[in-house]
């Protein structure tokens, strides 16, 4: 079956520390993949994605992701925390087919201590 | 340019009744998909229109109905409303030919009484 495995469901950080989200997936063949953040109240903004090439690929507001095809896993990074980086994120996948129908992880929720 | 467009923000129904939501994409995306989101289940794919027409389709019942227009404005409907149905319905858009990843609506909560 195809999932998206977020293992951490709450992560706390302290402000100027590095992080680390992790993401897995179960899937038929590599899919796209994505990482989305949420503010509360807020629909989810694409972080950043990767579809082929090179495994570390660079996004918004400081954030990195590298992909490892032998661990099926997506994980994403960034080096300094800021207290607004405070929020829910969400890994998700998607077919290479061309059409829309992600599947999404269920989220890590990341609070950022002063 | 502006962003995608959810109407309207929140919403109160009761049980029994049904419900539209309207999503108006980003100006020239042909896609637009819908998502439940709730704690418990998370982010759920409801259906992806594109040209008018339902490309795919999640694991909901029949009470769960969309329709995309040819300006690509699209709707959902539920009908029947349930408990259960109370969620944030997020709307996304997206350009038609690759996955470049969804711009997201700020969603319309749904709260079922």
């Known amino acids: 079956a195809q999932s998206v495995t977020q293992p951490d469901i709450h992560i706390t950080v302290s402000e100027g520390a590095s992080l680390e989200l992790r993401c897995n997936y179960s899937y038929g063949a590599t899919p796209y993949l994505f990482w989305y953040v949420q503010s509360p109240g807020q629909g989810l903004q694409l972080l950043l994605k990767y579809f082929s090439g090179d495994t570390l690929v660079q996004g918004i507001k400081g954030f990195e992701a590298e992909f490892k095809r032998s661990q099926s896993s997506f994980n994403l990074r960034k080096p300094s925390v800021h207290w607004s980086d405070a929020a829910e994120y969400f890994c998700a996948v998607a077919p290479t087919s061309g059409t829309y129908k992600y599947i999404f992880g269920t989220g890590t929720r990341l609070k950022v201590l002063a | 340019k502006a962003g995608v467009t959810q109407t309207p923000r929140y919403l109160i129904k009761t049980r029994g009744q049904q419900v539209t939501l309207s999503c108006s994409p980003i100006?020239?995306?042909?896609?637009v998909s819908w998502y439940q989101q709730t704690p418990g289940q998370g982010l759920q794919f409801l259906f992806e229109?594109?040209?008018?027409?339902?490309?795919n389709k999640g694991n909901f019942p029949g009470r769960f109905s969309g329709r995309q227009f040819s300006n690509s404005r699209s709707e959902m409907n539920v009908s029947t409303l349930e408990l259960g149905d109370s969620a944030l319905y997020l709307c996304a858009s997206a350009g038609e030919t690759s996955n470049y990843g969804y711009t997201f609506g700020s969603g319309t909560r749904l709260t079922v009484v």
């Open positions: 100006s020239g995306h042909r896609s």
């Open positions: 229109y594109f040209s008018e027409t339902q490309r």
